[in-house]
């Protein structure tokens, strides 16, 4: 078996954890120099799950946009914290938000703009191995720099967190989130050009969420019910401090994927929580750098799933288990009433993540399971005004080891080659050419998924020649919803429709998995104004 083909393999949890390849064998990786924790090792479900806090607003300040209008403005201070991940571990040094990763969850209303001031508060030197060979991260830059992305949000240009746009510890940015979209689960992280990955793996990460009025009519679970579950993998050292492995290159550290042991949820490793016998809702985000994640229940017990990414399904999708790729969200109705007195395991595959003890005493359950959630008109293909056919490529050297992840052939900073005109419909054509699959995300705007279809990937590289080997494949059903990250697979053409809706300026595409993007895996468009 090739080394990519195991990457894709593990990636996509199709490799048990039993099964998996060390680490320490792992391409480009070298062998620990500290002894790591195992978290076989732990007794499980000692904590209870951590719930982020709501964050709150510090005032009020006038609309960039009508100086006359006032809106809610937040602090969100990035400060080195110590946070518990288990209550056997050591506290563990983390970048978070305030006091917490991930941070405070940002609550907001569809059409209710905000302001948030983002300040970096962060001590001056990093405490994961940078690669000063990644382009953006050289020498002469600092090495603590951080920038926020809304991931998910409808934002203007100089609010969406530019991965160029990074300050240092003693600054800060005023970001306008004007939320004129319909309700969802964003999430807010780093975004730092080339040192994304280990800003995330250090904690800059949280929640936000915009309600609607469609939302507000479905009778959903709600309140102490309606839980967020942010979900990532880490690797521990035996003093439970944060472990990032480096490649056996002193000179070029990065490595193509990091995959850790640990499955934290909400910060917690193999946390627990009390539920009653009743509907839960549960926002999940896979919030991993490069792990997917496939979620069932031990109970053998299927659930549902009412919204993707960008918002509500159409109609909920029962589901036995959830594939979710980094930076994808589900949004997951539980119903725990045939289940009392009872203690249920949330796995990734052979991995536990958390268990779920549902209380003996029943009690009411007023919340509803709506059979129609919210249209989802599918944008019509005759629409589109451009194709692009658009390429996922990895650049490797002799020994079979990536060295580059390429979008469109083009590194980050070559010039724009994408630039949709504003409100114009766009059908991008993802050519996978590599052996992993690569959760590609647009910044700005939602999309649809139109298909996926195998094809010879020889000839595309050799004679620009697309010659297709099976049926166009529709999306699985959890995600005909409105997208803006999407799995493409590999040897597989991932088709998405996108309108460019919102705002004229630069924003950034990539892969998710954030040691690719952080290696030239993502690029900038710029939408234009129609002439
Ligand atoms: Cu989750 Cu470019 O972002
Ligand atoms: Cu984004
Ligand atoms: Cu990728």
């Known amino acids: 078996m090739s080394v990519t083909r195991r990457r894709f393999l593990q990636q996509s949890g199709m490799i048990s954890a039993g099964l998996m390849i060390p680490q320490a064998m792992r391409n480009r990786q070298m062998p620990p120099v500290r002894p790591l924790l195992d978290p076989n090792s732990l007794t499980q479900f000692v904590d209870p799950l951590p719930i982020p ?21 937040y602090r969100f201070a990035m400060r080195q914290i110590e946070s518990k991940v288990h209550r056997d571990v050591k506290p563990t040094r983390l970048w978070g938000f305030g006091s917490s990763s991930p941070g405070p969850t940002l609550e907001t209303r569809s059409g209710q703009g905000l302001l948030v001031e983002w300040e970096n508060e962060l001590p001056t030197a990093h405490f994961l191995p940078i690669d000063h060979n990644i382009h953006g991260a050289e020498t002469d830059k600092p090495d603590v720099r951080t920038v926020v992305h809304l991931h998910g949000a409808k934002a203007p240009p100089e609010s969406d967190g530019y ?11 005023l970001y306008h989130y004007p939320n004129n979209q319909d309700a969802a689960m964003l999430w807010y992280h780093d975004h730092t050009l080339g040192i994304n990955r280990l800003n995330v793996v250090a904690g800059l990460l949280g929640v936000f969420l915009i309600r609607d009025s469609v939302e507000d009519s479905l009778n959903l679970p709600s309140g102490k019910y309606e839980i967020p579950l942010v979900i990532y993998d880490r690797m521990f050292d035996a003093q439970g401090q944060l472990y990032y492995p480096v490649s056996p290159d002193p000179k070029s550290p990065w490595i193509p994927e990091y995959f850790g042991d640990a499955i934290l949820v909400n910060g917690k490793l193999f946390p627990y929580l009390e539920v009653e016998p009743r509907k839960y809702r549960f926002r999940v985000l896979n919030g991993a ?13 299927s659930f549902h799933q ?17 594939l979710l790729a980094p930076s994808e969200r589900a949004d997951v109705i539980v119903d725990f009433a045939e289940h009392a007195g009872e203690q249920i395991v949330l796995k990734s595959d052979a991995f536990t993540v958390m268990q779920f003890r549902v209380a003996r005493n029943k009690t009411t359950d007023t919340s509803s399971l709506p059979s129609a959630l919210r249209p989802v ?13 658009l390429s996922l490529s990895e650049i ?35 050519i996978n050419l590599t052996d992993d699959s690569h959760p590609i995300h647009l910044h700005l705007v939602r999309f649809q998924i139109l298909d996926r279809r195998r094809f010879e990937p020889f000839f595309y590289k050799n004679q620009g020649v697309m010659k297709y080997t099976g049926p166009a494949v529709a999306p699985d059903p959890n995600e005909a919803g409105w997208k803006d990250t999407v799995r493409a697979d590999p040897g597989m053409v991932t088709r998405i429709i996108v309108r460019f809706e ?12 954030l040691e690719h993007e952080d290696n030239e895996m993502m690029r900038p468009y710029d939408v234009i104004a129609a002439r």
């Not at 991965?163 to 940015?173: D, I, M």
């Not at 009412?306 to 959830?322: M, R, Y």
């Open 53 to 73: 806090e709501f964050a709150q607003a510090s005032g009020y300040r006038p609309s960039p946009t009508e100086p006359t209008a006032k809106l809610p403005y």
């Open 502 to 513: 919102g705002f004229v300026g630069r924003y950034v595409w990539h892969c998710h998995i």
């Open 377 to 389: 008109p599918k944008i019509p293909e005759s629409e589109a005004a451009k194709t692009r056919m």
């Open 163 to 173: 991965p160029e746009s990074w300050y240092v510890p003693g600054k800060s940015a």
């Open 396 to 430: 490797d050297d002799r020994a079979q080891n990536p060295v580059t992840m390429l979008l469109n052939r083009a590194h980050w900073s070559m010039p724009v080659t994408e630039n949709p005109v504003l409100n114009s419909v766009e059908i991008w054509n993802l």
């Open 306 to 322: 009412i919204g993707s990414d960008q918002g509500l399904l159409a109609a909920p999708v029962s589901l036995d288990h959830l």
């Open 289 to 301: 750098n490069g792990r997917f994640f496939h979620l069932s229940l031990s109970s053998g017990q």
